[in-house]
């Protein structure tokens, strides 16, 4: 006899309970119970797809793959962040926040993968194929090879891919398709769990890399269970501030490549183009004549992107000064701060200190240090820095300047962008042989920085 049954599910990470609970016990998070009725009956043995056969366990040595499972699409920071190109039976996991660029990106995904030849399938929960069409014809996008279709029951999805056997699958979103196996709705946890898993069981058996659009919550995470992100393959996330022209393509969760590496793309009316120099793209509009600026070489992943740093200080009017970053931890600039007071003797204690990234990009490494005291001793004292000047270092409590990884790597590229000085930890100067064009000046604590950027 079938039963039917109601308990509460956390919406953030899939905790149930017999009651509503306030605060989840799983996941610390409150307000994020929902009720669910379950229908409790015997289910039927059955294959997730129809498959027959079993699994038979093979050596490893005679497994025939590597590298050649993977296939590239043609954008060159899209392959990069997915480690050299799609690998054939991956489910990959997009999220960002909403009109930030996700379907665009992978529109444009299908449609370079399209031009090849590919047969690839767009399958739309949340736009109607007019919708879709409309957003093509905006992009440029038209290939008799790029198939679309307006669907959210799982059911009628898996059976058109196993139909059509596409190269590539794109599901957008996730969060809109529903099993009729379920009494839940759309979008909950049960729905998001059965979709994803059997979409992952069809991917792995047919070879068939598919693509998943995540909605986000509003602190940035991916809605939906965190078991959903452990499912996966690959994770990635696009950032980006709506005033910004530019997006990047960040990988959180790799299984078939590096976590570290990024993308760059900027949003044009033709959509999202790829920005093959981001060191050039950030210092565009960069000014040489102004106190608070200062260029740092950061590392992202195994790339060097020139990033300019800018500091505005100012008395206060509030009986505790402000420290605000943009880009940057704020508490680690509150204590590169305190280090400036106590090994510089200056005094910042009654003066408002604003920090920010030109070009809306984020750092979090430590190697930015050296950067931040530069740049604010610099608008302090109201005098500029050498415009063909580069500034990197990580900065201890004690005022010494500390070395940082990939140190050639970041004087290359300041170097191939024509500056000609550069001061960094005494360490990193030291292990460098053969830079030519730029000037190496090595430096060990935040008082010998002073000296060379204001003699």
Not at 105 to 121: H, P, Y
Not at 154 to 179: C, F, G, H, M, N
Not at 319 to 339: F, H, I, K
Request: proline share 4%; net charge neutral; with cysteine.
């Amino acid at each position: 006899m079938t039963k039917v049954k109601t308990h509460f599910v956390c919406q953030s990470c899939g905790y149930q309970a017999p009651k509503w609970l306030g605060r989840c016990p799983g996941c610390q998070e409150w307000n994020s119970f929902v009720e669910e009725r379950v229908i409790e009956e015997k289910a039927p043995e059955r294959d997730l797809l129809g498959f027959e056969g079993e699994a038979v366990p093979t050596p490893l040595t005679e497994i025939i793959g590597g590298e050649k499972e993977r296939f590239q699409i043609g954008i060159r920071e899209f392959d990069r962040v997915l480690g050299g190109g799609i690998v054939f039976g991956s489910v990959i996991l997009v999220g960002g926040d909403p009109g930030i660029g996700k379907s665009t990106l992978l529109l444009q995904m299908m449609n370079r993968l399209a031009s090849k030849g590919k047969r690839v399938l767009y399958v739309s929960g949340e736009e109607s194929l007019q919708q879709t069409k409309m957003r093509a014809d905006r992009l440029g996008v038209s290939s008799e090879h790029l198939l679309v279709v307006s669907e959210t029951s799982l059911e009628k999805i898996l059976q058109d891919i196993q139909a059509l056997r596409p190269s590539t699958v794109v599901v957008d979103s996730i969060q809109t398709i529903y099993s009729s196996d379920l009494p839940s709705t759309p979008g909950s946890i049960s729905q998001v769990r059965e979709a994803s898993s059997r979409l992952l069981y069809l991917a792995k058996h047919l070879s068939i890399p598919i693509f998943l659009v995540g909605h986000v919550t509003k602190e940035g995470f991916i809605a939906g269970p965190k078991v959903l992100e452990h499912m996966v393959d690959t994770v990635l996330y696009i950032e980006g501030e709506a005033t910004h022209a530019f997006r990047i393509l960040r990988a959180v969760k790799n299984r078939f490549g590096s976590t570290n590496e990024i993308g760059v793309f900027e949003m044009k009316d033709s959509g999202l183009v790829e920005v093959v120099s981001p060191s050039e793209f950030f210092l565009s509009e960069r000014s040489q004549s102004t106190s608070g600026s200062v260029v740092m070489p950061s590392i992202e992943g195994s790339r060097p992107i020139l990033i300019e740093l800018q500091a505005l200080v100012v008395p206060t009017h509030l009986g505790v000064p402000r420290r605000t970053a943009q880009g940057m931890d704020a508490n680690r600039v509150s204590l590169l701060v305190a280090v400036m007071e106590k090994r510089l003797g200056v005094h910042l204690n009654q003066q408002d200190i604003f920090l920010n990234i030109a070009g809306g990009m984020r750092v979090e490494e430590p190697a930015a240090d050296l950067g931040v005291i530069a740049a604010i001793a610099s608008n302090f004292k109201d005098k500029f820095i050498d415009p063909e000047m580069v500034v990197f270092g990580e900065v201890g409590l004690g005022g010494e300047v500390r070395g940082v990884s990939q140190s050639e790597v970041r004087v290359k590229e300041a170097s191939r962008l024509g500056f000609k000085r550069c001061l960094l930890p005494k360490q990193n100067q030291e292990k460098m042989r053969g830079t030519k064009g730029i000037e190496l000046i090595g430096i060990m604590t935040i008082q010998e920085a002073m000296k060379d950027l204001f003699k």
